[in-house]
């Protein structure tokens, strides 16, 4: 089994404001599945990163307007 990696998307699924969107996968193509999987496939996706996951990593997004 491969090292698993941490995928991130802000500006996920805008509407009003962009969501949030993250999933521990294999690679960044099994993340997505895995989120529509969950939620649904969106029209955008917004920003993504990508973590290793044998690392500290801390991520945030404000809200508002």
Same mark, same amino acid.
């Given at each position: 089994?491969?090292? #698993?990696?941490? =995928?991130?998307?802000? &500006?996920?699924? %805008?509407? =009003?404001?962009? @969501? #949030? *969107?993250? *999933?521990?996968?294999?690679?960044? !193509? !099994?993340?997505?599945k #895995?989120?529509? !999987?969950?939620?649904?496939? %969106? !029209?955008?996706? &917004?920003?993504?990163?990508? =973590?290793? /996951?044998?690392?500290? /990593?801390?991520? *945030? /997004?404000? &809200? @508002? &307007?």
């Amino acid at each position: 089994m491969s090292k #698993l990696k941490l =995928y991130v998307w802000e &500006g996920f699924a %805008p509407s =009003y404001s962009g @969501g #949030l *969107a993250f *999933a521990l996968a294999e690679s960044k !193509e !099994e993340a997505k599945k #895995l989120i529509i !999987e969950e939620h649904y496939d %969106p !029209e955008e996706w &917004g920003d993504s990163y990508e =973590y290793e /996951v044998d690392k500290k /990593v801390a991520f *945030a /997004v404000s &809200g @508002g &307007g």
